[in-house]
């Protein structure tokens, strides 16, 4: 029997230890995982890009998307918008992602000590001063990536195209 297109979608969705494995799996046969993590509270333009952008620098595309509980400790009280089994199930739904896990830290440094993704993108707005190389105290996962020898890669960002800007724009409607 055939799976069902969100049965496929679920099947994405794994959990840290699930989601260790399948990556050894497929490292071990020689393929480059590529690893991002965010809120993608509301999905719009600037994430579809970057998310593309992202699974073109390998052969498969991990998110680590931030907990409901993360989010509100680093964006807002009332943030995220959208409950995080409800985020999840959007970003499976895309074909550029191929594994989605959840995480309960603020940042991602637990998930890529972990999985130790050969390449680690986020966007070019983490740049550091110095142009190309990634602010490290602005995005501390990066240090975790240098200390094994991973790729970082940052994608261009995608002007007024952001969550903030979009819940903002809402909240001038009449």
Request: a negative charge; one cysteine or more; aromatic letters at 6%.
């Given at each position: 029997?055939?799976?069902?297109?969100?049965?496929?979608?679920?099947?994405?969705?794994?959990?840290?230890?699930?989601?260790?494995e399948?990556?050894?799996?497929?490292?071990?046969?020689g393929?480059?995982?590529?690893?991002?993590n965010?809120?993608?509270?509301?999905?719009?333009?600037?994430?579809?890009?970057?998310?593309?952008?992202?699974?073109?620098?390998?052969?498969?595309?991990?998110?680590?998307?931030?907990?409901?509980?993360?989010?509100?400790?680093?964006?807002?009280?009332?943030?995220?918008?959208?409950p995080?089994?409800?985020?999840?199930?959007?970003?499976?739904?895309?074909?550029?992602?191929?594994?989605?896990?959840?995480?309960?830290?603020?940042t991602?440094?637990?998930l890529?000590?972990?999985?130790?993704?050969?390449?680690?993108?986020?966007?070019?707005?983490?740049?550091g001063?110095?142009?190309?190389?990634?602010?490290?105290?602005?995005?501390?996962?990066?240090?975790?990536v240098?200390?094994?020898?991973?790729?970082?890669?940052?994608?261009?960002?995608?002007?007024?195209?952001?969550?903030?800007?979009?819940?903002?724009?809402?909240?001038?409607?009449?």
């Amino acid at each position: 029997m055939s799976k069902t297109i969100q049965e496929l979608t679920q099947n994405k969705i794994l959990t840290r230890t699930e989601l260790a494995e399948e990556v050894r799996r497929r490292q071990q046969a020689g393929e480059r995982c590529v690893f991002t993590n965010g809120c993608f509270d509301l999905l719009h333009l600037g994430h579809i890009r970057y998310l593309q952008e992202a699974r073109a620098q390998g052969d498969f595309l991990v998110l680590g998307l931030n907990s409901d509980e993360s989010v509100r400790r680093f964006k807002s009280p009332t943030r995220p918008l959208v409950p995080e089994d409800e985020r999840a199930e959007i970003l499976a739904a895309l074909s550029c992602i191929d594994y989605v896990t959840i995480f309960p830290e603020t940042t991602a440094e637990a998930l890529i000590d972990l999985l130790r993704p050969d390449i680690y993108v986020k966007g070019a707005d983490y740049a550091g001063a110095q142009g190309g190389q990634p602010d490290t105290t602005r995005l501390p996962e990066a240090r975790h990536v240098m200390a094994y020898n991973g790729e970082i890669k940052l994608i261009p960002y995608l002007p007024h195209h952001s969550t903030t800007e979009l819940i903002a724009k809402i909240k001038r409607l009449p």
